[in-house]
Each structure stands twice: as C-alpha cells, then as structure tokens.
C-alpha cells in the first residue's frame, strides 16, 4: 500500500491537485465573479500568454529583466551569505558583530528599504539587485550559521581523535553536515527573492514581471496582470525544483528514504 | 613480564563547576597497561570514565599527570596516531558508506587510494561486515553499526584501542554476540584495549584485568585479576570464579554507591 502510493500514484496526485485548482479558478472565473475586469478564467490566461511569447513576444524583456536581477542577487547572497554564516559559527568575535545588524536588517520589512536603496543606488541594476540580495542574505546567512553550529560534538572529537587536520574537519565533516541546512536556507531565500524582484520592479522600473504586473494593475489589464502573476510563480517552481535536484545530487544518503 | 605500553601517572581532570569553585571529574590515576592487555574499567555512571578516556587520547588536556605510551609522553592531539577511539554512540557519518566511513582515518595519510581501500575492506571483513561496504549507517542495525565503529578505529592500526561502552546501547542478545566478537577479534589482532562499561559480568568476561571506579570523584578503587583461562565463550560465566568476581566487584560497586547516597543519586 504504501509502496503504491509512493510510485507514480504521487506524481498522478501532484497533478491531479493542479488540474482541480485550474477547474475552480475557471469555474470562480466564469460563473461566481463572471466579470473579465476581476477575474479572468486560465485559459485566458494561458491565451494571453501565448500571445506575447510567440506572437508579439513581450513578455520575454519582462522575463529576462526579472530572471537577471533575481539571479544576481540570489547568487551574491549566497557568496557573502554562506562564508559570513560560517565565520560567525567559528568566531565569537564576528558573530557578536554581525548578530545586531542581522536581526535588524532581518526583521526591517525590505518594503521599507526600497525606497532608500533607489534614492541611494539610483533607479538601475544596482538597487533592484540590492533589493533582492537583502531578501535572500539572512536566511541564508542564518542557517548557514545554524547549520555549523548544531553538528554533532562526537563528529569533532572523531575527526581530533583520528588526528584530522582543520581543513579535513571543515570539508569532511562540517560542510557535508551542514549542508542540509544551508539549502533549506536556499529554499527560503527562494521566496523572499522573488518577492524582492517584484518589490524592486514595482519602483521606477522599465522592464520586469514586476513592472509588468504593476503596470496591468494601473491600466486595468487583468489577463496580462494574471500572466504576470503566473510567471512569478513558475520561476518559483523551477527554483524549487532545481534545488531539489540539487539537494538530491548533494545527499545521496537520503535519496532511499521516501520523500 | 611484558613492557607496560600505556602508563597514567597522577592523572586527573577538573573543571570549573557551578559556583564557579574546581569540579574534580577523576583524580590521582595511576595504571600501567601491558601490551596487548585487555583492561577494563567499571564504574557507575557519572564517574568520569568517558571523560578519562578522552583525557588519554588528548581530545581535552589533563589538569595534572602524564600519559606515557611507549615511553613517550604524549600532549594534545599532536604527534603519531597511537590510539583508536570507538565511540559510545556509533558516531557515524550518515554521508559515508561503511568503507568510506572506515576510509576517514587513511585519507590523506601518505597512502595511495587503493592501498588504503583494501586497508578499509580488510578490517571491514575482520569485522564481520563484508558485503556491506557500500552500506550507508541508515542501513544498519545498531549491533553492525558498532562494527564499523570498531573497524574505524582498527584501520588506523593503533597501538591501543580506547572503547566506551560500545555495547551500551544494544539489546541484550546483540549485545552478547558482540561481546564474543570481540574476543575474537582481540585474539586475532593482539591490541591493547582499554575497555569502559558499567555492566560487571561484560567487563570479567572480556578483560584480564577490572579496574574499579569510585563514584565522584572518579579514582581506582581497586583492581582485579580475572583469573579464567582463554579463548573464553559465555559458559564461563556459570564458572565459580567468574561468579565469585562477579560478586565481589558488585558488593564493591554497591559500597560507592552508598557512598554517593544511594541510587537515586546516579
Ligand atoms: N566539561 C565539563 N564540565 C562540567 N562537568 C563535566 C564536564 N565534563 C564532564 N562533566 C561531568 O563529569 C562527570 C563524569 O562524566 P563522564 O565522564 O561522562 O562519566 P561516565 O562516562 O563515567 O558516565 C559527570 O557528572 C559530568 O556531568
Ligand atoms: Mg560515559
């Protein structure tokens, strides 16, 4: 039984769940609401979207603009993020400097931040990425930190005991151990950075689904509002997805468990 | 007689306890171990029997004493890897397989990769444990992943072998079977073993010696020579001297324990 349920039952499942979400929105869509300047049924959406990936091909400005600021900012917080997390499990020092800042930065809504980071950045790449980075840095950060800290006391009297060097103990033993955390730190940082991307857009951009959904908004079009929309999610699924695979590719001890 | 290989002289260790006034976890051991001696030592827990045999293999410094092996005094986790650690929870990688687990302690060691591989697999089979080298720990029981355990700390082919409470942990069958192992597997190395465990009959049945503990702070209380001849199997627990050890070790034990203010106090 649950071996059944564990095979191809849970990707029939998966989709079986996204094809009854499809059928109410269209049914909310079409016969609750049934007013195209509120809601718009997905094939609507999916229409319009055609449209302006192979027809007029707008939307691939918007994706481009979009996927390159989150990617930036993304991959430059995991460059400081992940070393800092590090530092501060191993230096008291860095860690008492860094924790104020870390809670406040953290804690700030990054709304708030936006604003300033344009007046001071200028309204180009510098603070949409800056916006994004300051998204994904502290979880990333946070449970890069976490993650050193809570590996096993015996692991490091193993590696002493077996006379390993500092190095050897960094690479075989607190790396691989912390790496589970850091990338439920990615998976969280997933989020807030696409949330970061719609934030930063949404201030005096040009390009990006940001600037796309807002714009829809302000001129009442919602199919393209709705394309918009999607388009964020579907960036969040294939980030989710890559992850996966990657965690799957960095843990293989785990991969015979059941998920 | 033999050369003794391990001497304690003097050893103890405090820390700094609550209120801020020293904590002695042991004091004043001093036990000269002969090669290839199997050593035990028993003692209710709290007694500081873990943390001397992290003392002996330098994972934290003594407050007075030396440790001498082979005549050499050792300091810190510095010098020649003289001694095998196996741990009282299996501390095993769940990232390594058995082999590569096994493999920990030869990596970068000046041995090429194969020559340590086949170092890994032979211990591994000594063990009992061929056919499971590409195991992960999650795929073991309790009982094989204490194998590995030992077959770690025997690949790095240490003079001395330091175990705390392998068997702790295991069922009571497991536990036996595990008992029988490593006497043969002692008798097929010849290691020096210095052997912590709080269960009296497991330490008489492995050990040529039983050293005593006193409850906090941990000293040697006394020892013991167990006088029955090897190879040995479990019927030499129905033998009259091994239940007359039996016996007295645990009146003895039973006497700290009083003096500690009973069993509440463990
Ligand atoms: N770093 C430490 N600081 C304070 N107390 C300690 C420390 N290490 C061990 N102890 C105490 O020393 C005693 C002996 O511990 P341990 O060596 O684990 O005993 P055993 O292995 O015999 O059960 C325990 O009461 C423990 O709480
Ligand atoms: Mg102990």
Known sequence: MVKFYCGNSRAINKVLSILCGLVLWHYLATVIVADTAFLVSPLAVVSKAYEMLFLTGELYPHLFASSWVFLYGYLLSIVVGVPLGFLMAFSPAVRDYVHPWMTTLYTTPRIAFAPVLLLWLGIGAGSKVAIVFLGCVFPILINSYYGMRVVDREFVELARSLRLTRLALFRKILLPASLPFILSGLRLALGRGLTGVAIAEWFGATAGLGYLVYFAGQTLNVPVLFVGVTAFGLMGIIGFEILRKIEDLATPWKTSHPR | ?266
Not at chain 2, 43 to 68: A, D, E, F, W, Y
Not at chain 2, 89 to 94: K, Q, R, S, T, V
Request: glycine share 10%; proline share 5%; aromatic share 6%.
């Open chain 2, 1 to 266: 007689m033999a050369p003794s290989i391990l001497e304690l002289k003097n050893l103890s260790r405090e820390v700094k306890g609550r209120n801020g006034e020293p904590f002695v976890i042991f004091r004043d051991i001093n036990l000269s171990v002969r090669d290839g001696e199997f050593v035990s030592i028993v003692g209710p827990s709290g007694c500081g029997k873990t943390t001397m045999l992290r003392v002996i293999n330098g994972l934290i410094p003594p407050s007075t004493g030396q440790i001498v092996v082979d005549g050499r005094e050792q300091s810190g986790t510095g010098g020649d890897l003289l001694m095998g650690f196996v741990f009282q929870g299996a501390a095993l990688l769940p990232w390594r397989t058995s082999l590569n687990n096994v493999l920990l302690g030869l990596e970068g060691r000046g041995k090429n990769p194969s020559e340590a591989r086949d170092l890994a697999r032979k211990y591994l089979d000594l063990v009992g444990l061929a056919g499971f080298e590409q195991h992960y720990p999650h795929e073991l029981s309790g009982g094989m992943q204490q194998r590995v355990n030992l077959a770690r700390a025997l690949a790095i082919e240490p003079k001395i072998l330091l175990m705390d409470e392998p068997f702790a942990a295991l069922d009571a069958q497991t536990r036996s079977f595990m008992q029988l192992e490593l006497l043969r597997i002692w008798s097929q190395t010849k290691k020096t073993v210095i052997f912590v465990t709080h269960m009296i009959a497991e330490a008489i049945l492995l050990s040529d010696r039983v050293v005593v503990f006193s409850h906090r702070p941990g000293t040697i209380r006394e020892e013991f020579r167990v006088p029955l001849p090897r190879p040995r199997d479990m019927e030499v627990k129905s033998d009259r001297r091994f239940v007359d050890l039996e016996n007295t070790l645990w009146k003895l034990i039973e006497e700290e324990v009083k003096a500690a203010g009973g069993f509440a106090r463990l």
